[in-house]
Protein backbone atom coordinates (compact mmCIF):
# COMPACT_ATOMS: atom_id res chain seq x y z
CA UNK A 1 0.00 0.00 0.00
CA UNK A 2 0.97 3.81 -0.44
CA UNK A 3 2.48 4.95 2.53
CA UNK A 4 1.35 7.71 4.38
CA UNK A 5 3.54 7.62 7.23
CA UNK A 6 7.28 7.18 6.58
CA UNK A 7 9.30 5.93 9.92
CA UNK A 8 13.16 6.19 10.69
CA UNK A 9 14.09 4.39 13.52
CA UNK A 10 17.50 5.78 14.90
CA UNK A 11 19.05 1.85 16.54
CA UNK A 12 21.98 4.10 17.68
CA UNK A 13 19.74 6.77 19.72
CA UNK A 14 16.76 4.47 19.99
CA UNK A 15 14.60 7.50 18.28
CA UNK A 16 12.44 6.81 15.63
CA UNK A 17 11.33 10.11 13.71
CA UNK A 18 7.79 9.58 12.20
CA UNK A 19 6.47 11.98 9.60
CA UNK A 20 2.96 12.10 8.19
CA UNK A 21 2.88 12.35 4.15
CA UNK A 22 -0.34 12.76 2.80
CA UNK A 23 -0.49 16.14 0.63
CA UNK A 24 -1.34 18.72 0.33
CA UNK A 25 -2.26 19.42 3.70
CA UNK A 26 -1.89 16.17 5.55
CA UNK A 27 -5.53 16.10 6.50
CA UNK A 28 -6.04 12.49 8.52
CA UNK A 29 -8.11 10.06 6.67
CA UNK A 30 -9.53 6.96 7.98
CA UNK A 31 -6.63 4.73 6.02
CA UNK A 32 -3.50 6.78 7.20
CA UNK A 33 -5.33 6.97 11.07
CA UNK A 34 -5.36 3.11 10.37
CA UNK A 35 -1.72 3.11 9.57
CA UNK A 36 -0.42 5.71 12.05
CA UNK A 37 -1.79 3.27 14.82
CA UNK A 38 -0.14 0.30 13.63
CA UNK A 39 3.19 2.05 13.08
CA UNK A 40 2.87 3.68 16.59
CA UNK A 41 1.90 0.34 18.13
CA UNK A 42 5.27 -1.58 16.83
CA UNK A 43 7.19 1.00 18.06
CA UNK A 44 5.89 0.90 21.51
CA UNK A 45 6.76 -3.02 21.33
CA UNK A 46 9.79 -2.18 20.24
CA UNK A 47 12.16 -2.72 23.44
CA UNK A 48 15.09 -0.45 21.04
CA UNK A 49 12.53 2.76 20.65
CA UNK A 50 12.68 4.94 23.76
CA UNK A 51 11.69 8.35 22.06
CA UNK A 52 9.50 9.31 18.92
CA UNK A 53 9.71 12.62 17.06
CA UNK A 54 6.38 13.07 15.13
CA UNK A 55 6.48 15.42 12.23
CA UNK A 56 5.10 16.43 8.91
CA UNK A 57 6.75 15.66 5.53
CA UNK A 58 4.98 18.81 3.58
CA UNK A 59 6.77 22.30 4.61
CA UNK A 60 4.73 24.44 5.77
CA UNK A 61 1.95 22.45 7.06
CA UNK A 62 2.14 20.19 9.96
CA UNK A 63 -1.71 18.71 9.51
CA UNK A 64 -4.95 20.13 8.45
CA UNK A 65 -6.72 17.76 10.95
CA UNK A 66 -9.27 15.23 10.41
CA UNK A 67 -10.36 15.34 6.81
CA UNK A 68 -13.22 17.12 6.27
CA UNK A 69 -14.83 14.80 3.35
CA UNK A 70 -14.31 11.54 5.77
CA UNK A 71 -17.21 13.62 7.53
CA UNK A 72 -19.50 14.71 4.92
CA UNK A 73 -21.91 12.67 2.87
CA UNK A 74 -20.84 8.74 4.45
CA UNK A 75 -22.75 6.13 5.81
CA UNK A 76 -23.13 5.79 9.39
CA UNK A 77 -20.69 2.37 9.24
CA UNK A 78 -17.95 4.72 8.03
CA UNK A 79 -18.15 7.23 10.71
CA UNK A 80 -18.49 4.90 13.46
CA UNK A 81 -14.86 3.21 11.81
CA UNK A 82 -13.85 6.98 11.32
CA UNK A 83 -14.21 8.26 14.38
CA UNK A 84 -12.86 5.08 16.28
CA UNK A 85 -9.69 5.62 14.57
CA UNK A 86 -9.75 9.01 15.63
CA UNK A 87 -9.88 7.63 19.75
CA UNK A 88 -7.27 4.85 18.59
CA UNK A 89 -5.07 7.58 17.48
CA UNK A 90 -5.43 9.63 20.70
CA UNK A 91 -5.54 6.84 22.96
CA UNK A 92 -2.14 5.43 21.50
CA UNK A 93 -0.20 8.48 21.29
CA UNK A 94 -1.84 10.55 24.37
CA UNK A 95 -1.11 7.22 26.48
CA UNK A 96 2.53 6.58 24.85
CA UNK A 97 5.31 5.13 26.72
CA UNK A 98 7.73 6.72 24.49
CA UNK A 99 8.81 10.26 25.06
CA UNK A 100 7.08 12.02 22.18
CA UNK A 101 8.29 15.41 20.32
CA UNK A 102 6.05 16.96 18.19
CA UNK A 103 8.12 19.09 15.83
CA UNK A 104 5.31 21.12 14.39
CA UNK A 105 7.06 22.68 11.35
CA UNK A 106 3.80 24.22 10.08
CA UNK A 107 0.06 24.93 10.57
CA UNK A 108 -1.82 22.65 12.58
CA UNK A 109 -5.97 23.22 13.65
CA UNK A 110 -8.09 20.92 15.30
CA UNK A 111 -7.01 17.25 14.73
CA UNK A 112 -3.14 18.17 13.69
CA UNK A 113 -3.36 20.60 16.94
CA UNK A 114 -4.47 17.29 19.10
CA UNK A 115 -2.05 15.19 17.73
CA UNK A 116 1.01 17.82 18.85
CA UNK A 117 -1.09 18.09 22.06
CA UNK A 118 -1.14 14.30 23.03
CA UNK A 119 3.37 14.68 23.00
CA UNK A 120 4.97 15.56 25.97
CA UNK A 121 6.61 18.52 24.34
CA UNK A 122 6.06 20.96 21.54
CA UNK A 123 8.44 22.87 19.42
CA UNK A 124 7.16 25.30 16.70
CA UNK A 125 8.78 26.70 13.77
CA UNK A 126 9.00 30.27 14.78
CA UNK A 127 6.85 31.56 11.95
CA UNK A 128 3.59 33.77 12.66
CA UNK A 129 1.90 32.30 9.04
CA UNK A 130 1.38 29.22 11.17
CA UNK A 131 -1.01 29.18 13.11
CA UNK A 132 -2.15 25.92 15.64
CA UNK A 133 -5.23 25.51 17.82
CA UNK A 134 -8.67 23.58 18.22
CA UNK A 135 -10.68 25.59 15.50
CA UNK A 136 -13.88 23.27 15.36
CA UNK A 137 -16.36 26.02 16.34
CA UNK A 138 -16.06 28.06 13.46
CA UNK A 139 -16.48 25.06 11.22
CA UNK A 140 -19.85 24.68 13.46
CA UNK A 141 -19.02 21.25 15.25
CA UNK A 142 -17.88 20.71 18.80
CA UNK A 143 -14.36 19.23 19.85
CA UNK A 144 -15.39 16.63 22.02
CA UNK A 145 -14.57 16.41 25.89
CA UNK A 146 -11.15 14.21 25.62
CA UNK A 147 -9.93 17.11 22.81
CA UNK A 148 -11.34 19.70 25.20
CA UNK A 149 -9.36 17.26 28.11
CA UNK A 150 -6.22 17.28 26.30
CA UNK A 151 -6.10 20.98 26.01
CA UNK A 152 -6.87 21.80 29.42
CA UNK A 153 -4.01 19.37 30.63
CA UNK A 154 -1.16 21.72 28.79
CA UNK A 155 -3.26 25.30 28.80
CA UNK A 156 -5.28 25.31 31.65
CA UNK A 157 -9.07 25.48 31.93
CA UNK A 158 -9.28 29.47 32.12
CA UNK A 159 -7.17 29.50 28.22
CA UNK A 160 -8.81 26.12 26.97
CA UNK A 161 -12.60 27.54 27.34
CA UNK A 162 -12.15 30.64 26.40
CA UNK A 163 -9.86 28.74 22.85
CA UNK A 164 -12.73 26.50 22.50
CA UNK A 165 -15.31 28.43 22.05
CA UNK A 166 -13.91 31.02 19.96
CA UNK A 167 -11.91 28.43 18.32
CA UNK A 168 -9.37 30.41 18.31
CA UNK A 169 -6.39 30.17 16.09
CA UNK A 170 -2.88 30.80 17.59
CA UNK A 171 0.07 32.21 15.20
CA UNK A 172 3.33 30.67 16.30
CA UNK A 173 4.38 33.61 18.96
CA UNK A 174 1.39 33.73 20.68
CA UNK A 175 1.04 29.71 20.56
CA UNK A 176 4.02 30.13 22.66
CA UNK A 177 2.82 33.12 25.24
CA UNK A 178 -0.20 30.72 26.34
CA UNK A 179 1.91 27.90 26.49
CA UNK A 180 0.21 25.32 24.04
CA UNK A 181 3.97 24.78 22.74
CA UNK A 182 6.68 24.94 24.49
CA UNK A 183 9.34 26.57 22.29
CA UNK A 184 9.82 28.21 19.20
CA UNK A 185 12.64 27.89 16.63
CA UNK A 186 13.67 28.69 13.08
CA UNK A 187 12.28 26.77 10.22
CA UNK A 188 15.75 25.40 9.47
CA UNK A 189 16.22 24.24 13.55
CA UNK A 190 12.67 22.63 14.06
CA UNK A 191 14.37 18.66 13.79
CA UNK A 192 17.68 19.13 15.12
CA UNK A 193 16.07 21.18 18.00
CA UNK A 194 13.64 18.38 18.75
CA UNK A 195 16.46 15.50 18.36
CA UNK A 196 18.50 17.63 21.38
CA UNK A 197 15.37 18.08 23.48
CA UNK A 198 14.93 14.53 22.86
CA UNK A 199 18.15 13.09 24.29
CA UNK A 200 17.68 15.60 27.47
CA UNK A 201 14.45 13.23 28.55
CA UNK A 202 15.69 10.21 27.35
CA UNK A 203 18.60 11.14 29.67
CA UNK A 204 16.07 10.44 32.81
CA UNK A 205 15.38 6.36 33.57
CA UNK A 206 12.54 5.03 31.27
CA UNK A 207 10.96 3.27 34.01
CA UNK A 208 10.67 6.36 36.82
CA UNK A 209 9.82 8.93 33.69
CA UNK A 210 7.07 6.50 32.48
CA UNK A 211 4.87 5.97 35.78
CA UNK A 212 5.15 9.35 36.41
CA UNK A 213 3.97 10.02 32.96
CA UNK A 214 1.21 7.50 33.27
CA UNK A 215 0.14 8.79 36.79
CA UNK A 216 -0.24 11.47 35.29
CA UNK A 217 -2.29 10.71 31.85
CA UNK A 218 -4.17 7.75 32.71
CA UNK A 219 -7.36 9.06 34.14
CA UNK A 220 -7.23 11.63 31.56
CA UNK A 221 -7.24 8.62 29.08
CA UNK A 222 -9.80 6.32 31.51
CA UNK A 223 -12.43 8.69 30.72
CA UNK A 224 -12.71 7.85 27.29
CA UNK A 225 -11.64 4.51 27.79
CA UNK A 226 -15.29 4.18 29.87
CA UNK A 227 -17.16 5.51 27.44
CA UNK A 228 -15.87 5.17 24.05
CA UNK A 229 -18.97 3.45 22.36
CA UNK A 230 -20.98 5.96 23.88
CA UNK A 231 -18.54 8.96 22.22
CA UNK A 232 -18.74 7.29 18.74
CA UNK A 233 -22.81 7.44 18.89
CA UNK A 234 -22.41 10.87 19.91
CA UNK A 235 -20.48 11.57 17.06
CA UNK A 236 -22.29 9.57 14.84
CA UNK A 237 -25.29 11.64 15.81
CA UNK A 238 -24.14 14.39 15.66
CA UNK A 239 -22.31 14.77 12.29
CA UNK A 240 -25.42 12.80 10.65
CA UNK A 241 -27.79 16.09 11.62
CA UNK A 242 -28.49 17.97 8.21
CA UNK A 243 -27.46 21.56 9.81
CA UNK A 244 -24.39 19.83 11.06
CA UNK A 245 -23.51 18.94 7.53
CA UNK A 246 -24.77 21.60 6.02
CA UNK A 247 -22.19 24.06 8.38
CA UNK A 248 -19.52 21.02 7.20
CA UNK A 249 -20.30 21.77 3.49
CA UNK A 250 -20.18 25.65 3.88
CA UNK A 251 -17.18 25.79 5.52
CA UNK A 252 -15.08 22.92 2.78
CA UNK A 253 -16.69 25.10 0.25
CA UNK A 254 -14.89 28.54 1.58
CA UNK A 255 -11.69 26.68 2.13
CA UNK A 256 -12.19 26.29 -1.68
CA UNK A 257 -13.11 29.40 -2.66
CA UNK A 258 -10.30 31.44 -0.87
CA UNK A 259 -7.87 30.71 -3.75
N1 LIG B 1 -10.03 18.13 5.21
C1 LIG B 1 -10.18 17.97 3.89
N2 LIG B 1 -9.63 18.77 2.97
C2 LIG B 1 -8.91 19.81 3.40
C3 LIG B 1 -8.70 20.06 4.78
C4 LIG B 1 -9.31 19.17 5.72
N3 LIG B 1 -9.16 19.31 7.04
N4 LIG B 1 -7.94 21.16 4.90
C5 LIG B 1 -7.67 21.59 3.66
N5 LIG B 1 -8.24 20.78 2.74
C6 LIG B 1 -8.15 20.88 1.26
C7 LIG B 1 -8.63 22.21 0.74
O1 LIG B 1 -10.03 22.20 0.57
C8 LIG B 1 -7.90 22.30 -0.56
O2 LIG B 1 -8.55 21.46 -1.49
P1 LIG B 1 -8.55 21.82 -3.08
O3 LIG B 1 -7.12 21.84 -3.48
O4 LIG B 1 -9.35 20.71 -3.68
O5 LIG B 1 -9.22 23.15 -3.20
C9 LIG B 1 -6.55 21.66 -0.25
O6 LIG B 1 -6.78 20.83 0.91
C10 LIG B 1 -5.46 22.66 0.08
O7 LIG B 1 -5.93 23.54 1.08
P2 LIG B 1 -5.57 25.10 1.11
O8 LIG B 1 -5.59 25.66 -0.27
O9 LIG B 1 -6.44 25.76 2.12
O10 LIG B 1 -4.04 25.04 1.61
P3 LIG B 1 -3.22 26.18 2.37
O11 LIG B 1 -1.80 25.74 2.30
O12 LIG B 1 -3.57 27.53 1.88
O13 LIG B 1 -3.72 26.11 3.91
C11 LIG B 1 -4.42 24.98 5.91
C12 LIG B 1 -3.52 24.95 4.66
C13 LIG B 1 -3.97 26.11 6.85
C14 LIG B 1 -4.27 23.64 6.60
C15 LIG B 1 -5.87 25.24 5.47
O14 LIG B 1 -6.19 24.31 4.42
C16 LIG B 1 -6.90 25.07 6.53
O15 LIG B 1 -7.04 25.91 7.41
N6 LIG B 1 -7.66 23.95 6.47
C17 LIG B 1 -8.77 23.70 7.32
C18 LIG B 1 -8.32 22.99 8.54
C19 LIG B 1 -9.48 22.75 9.47
O16 LIG B 1 -10.28 23.60 9.77
N7 LIG B 1 -9.53 21.52 9.96
C20 LIG B 1 -10.55 21.12 10.87
C21 LIG B 1 -10.87 19.67 10.68
S1 LIG B 1 -11.99 19.14 11.94
C22 LIG B 1 -11.01 18.29 13.05
O17 LIG B 1 -9.84 18.05 12.85
C23 LIG B 1 -11.60 17.86 14.37
C24 LIG B 1 -13.02 17.53 14.26
C25 LIG B 1 -13.57 17.03 15.55
C26 LIG B 1 -14.93 16.41 15.37
C27 LIG B 1 -15.94 17.05 16.21
C28 LIG B 1 -17.14 16.17 16.52
C29 LIG B 1 -18.37 16.54 15.74
Not at 28 to 49: Q, W
Not at 121 to 126: E, F, G, P
Not at 221 to 239: T, Y
Request: glycine share 6%.
Amino acid sequence: SNNKILVEMDESTGVAVMKIKNPPVNSLRLELLTEFAISLEKLEIDRGCRGLILTSASPKIFSAGLDITEMCGKSTEHYEAFWRAVQEMWLKLFGSNMVTIAAVNGSSPAGGCLMSMCCDYRIMADNPKYAIGLNETQLGIVAPFWFKDTMMHIVGSRVTEQSLQLGQMYPAPAALKIGLVDQLVPEDKVQSTAAAVMAQWLSVPDHARQITKSMIRKPIIDRLVKQREADINNFVSFISKESIQKSLQVYMDRLKQKK
